[in-house]
């Protein structure tokens, strides 16, 4: 009985997600530096708390674009750090730096959606370009984003960056969001279905035009919600304006976490917020991601490598390693993909005890109350 389940759960996965990752990988749009046809000014606003680590690297890439007609505007969201003052030094005097300081949070906004808020208030730029601080830009990173927002019509680009991972646990459990969106979302359903669970995001590159941006309210219309870039996608589609996904292809890359803790409390932050924030829903999918993932290469061993769950292993790790070649990722550690599911489920574990003994996320000195953000 539980081989069928398995076969089945397994076998039926594999199929859909390897349908969609053959597709992805063949629609895919990629970053491709160019000279736009049009040069309007961005606005590129970075959120910033505590970032000293990371933010003079990334406004000197910003600085050193190809692409020049932009301002750059960091806002200093009560950092304990130094984040502001390390962004000036690193600008070295270049006007079109801006640093902002941060209002005090009010009562019913996310941090970052409220330093966003504020940062597009202070934007003069026709197109304005929401990033993160750890976001790693290449010199033509710019143009090329510039070129696909012009010649795609694009309301919203947004772009999954190139994911650069060192430690083991960066490596097995951050290339999985490459594998969910390569995997578990057709392209070419975002960019031309209607429907709202087809619609996606990535904060950590978000292109808006302007007018758009206003039209479905921006960050204030989001103001409580833990995954806001998915939610602003939502409100473009229901907007009926034009949604466009890239991937970054080397041009934009971004190490999200270094180490264990960090990562595991940084997908904690969104694993509830990606499940509508229901507890069940969690757990039935943590469940399906056993039998699909990992319980076939329980069953190989006891099974002395028979040949259906032998087929099952294999074609994990192959539609692994799709993913993983799609995005420039390692190969090798697909071969590790249970190991990264059974880690997925410590952090699910993670964020279901944030839910029950803080009432929701901790993130950055903050609790971000995900009950009321399911409203928000």
Not at 218 to 224: D, E, F, Q, S, W
Request: net charge positive.
């Amino acid at each position: 009985m539980i081989e069928t389940l398995i076969t089945l759960v397994s076998g039926g996965a594999l199929f859909i997600f390897g349908v969609t990752a053959l597709s992805n990988v063949l629609l895919f749009p990629r970053l491709k530096g160019a000279v736009p046809p049009e040069a309007p000014l961005i606005s590129i606003l970075i959120p910033s708390r505590n970032e000293a680590a990371v933010i003079r690297e990334t406004v000197r890439g910003i600085l050193a674009q190809t692409y020049t007609n932009f301002e750059l505007i960091v806002l200093d969201d009560n950092s304990s750090d130094g984040t502001g003052d390390l962004a000036c030094a690193a600008a070295n005097g270049d006007p079109r730096l801006r640093v902002l300081n941060g209002a005090p949070l009010p009562e019913g906004w996310g941090g970052k959606n409220w330093a966003c808020h504020q940062l597009a208030e202070a934007a003069s730029g026709a197109w304005l370009l929401f990033t993160d601080a750890d976001v790693r830009w290449q010199p033509a990173a710019l143009s090329a984003l510039a070129t696909h927002m012009a010649r795609t019509r694009a309301d919203l680009l947004t772009v999954w960056s190139t994911q650069i991972t060192h430690t083991w646990a960066e490596r097995l459990i951050v290339p999985l969001m490459a594998f969910a969106i390569f995997a578990y979302l057709p392209v070419i359903m975002v960019h031309y279905s209607r429907w709202m669970i087809f619609a996606a995001a990535n904060g950590q590159v978000m292109l808006f035009r302007r007018a758009a941006y206003q039209t479905i309210g921006g960050h204030a219309a989001v103001r409580a919600k833990v995954v806001e870039d998915v939610a602003l996608a939502r409100r473009i589609k229901a907007a009926r304006l034009r949604l466009r996904m890239f991937d970054g292809a080397g041009l934009i890359g971004c190490r999200m976490y270094n180490g264990w803790a960090a990562v595991r409390d940084g997908f904690a932050k969104n694993i509830l917020a990606g499940h509508g924030n229901s507890l069940p829903f969690l757990l039935i999918s943590t469940a399906l991601h056993w039998f699909a993932f990992v319980l076939p290469f329980v069953w190989l061993v006891p099974s002395n490598f028979a040949v259906l769950p032998l087929m099952l292993c294999l074609g994990i790790i192959a539609l692994r390693m799709l993913t993983a070649a799609a995005t420039r990722q390692r190969l090798r550690d697909a071969i590790l993909m249970p190991i990264s599911v059974m880690l997925m489920t410590r952090i699910a574990a993670h964020a279901i005890y944030w839910r029950l003994r803080y009432g929701g996320v901790q993130w950055k000195g903050r609790t971000l109350p995900t009950k009321e953000a399911a409203h928000g």
